[in-house]
Nanobody, 121 residues
Framework: QLQFVESGGGLVQPGGSLRLSCVAS????????IGWFRQAPGKEHEGVSC????????YYANSVKGRFTISRDNAKNTVYLQMNGLKPEDTAVYYC??????????????WGQGTQVTVSS
């Protein structure tokens, strides 16, 4: 069972960058894929990106492909989301969550509490 703490959100201008961090505690971090999700007010949860547990395969929503980069540092139990070229429509609360090793689905109820990203001029 893992617990996650997200950080790195904030207010940024369109075209700006942020790096989000997701720090995990508990057992089994190396065996999980880790995904980033977001939710804007009045909208459903949206999958943003995921990184697999071993191969390092990465997955991105079409809306962020080419702008966001996910990475992980297993020694630090941390997953990052580098966000470049931010757009107002990226505004949301960003969450990380445990996924199956190949990022095919959720595992249990392992979510963080989220970090707010606001993109506005």
């Amino acid at each position: 069972q893992l617990q996650f703490v997200e950080s790195g959100g904030g207010l940024v201008q369109p075209g700006g960058s942020l790096r989000l961090s997701c720090v995990a505690s508990g057992l089994g971090f190396d065996y999980y894929g880790i995904g980033w999700f977001r939710q804007a007010p009045g909208k459903e949860h949206e999958g943003v990106s995921c990184i697999s547990s071993s191969d390092g395969n990465t997955y991105y929503a079409n809306s962020v492909k080419g702008r966001f980069t996910i990475s992980r540092d297993n020694a630090k139990n941390t997953v990052y989301l580098q966000m470049n070229g931010l757009k107002p429509e990226d505004t949301a609360v960003y969450y990380c969550a445990a996924q199956t090793p190949d990022c095919s689905g959720y595992v249990g109820d392992m979510w963080g509490q989220g970090t707010q990203v606001t993109v506005s001029s």
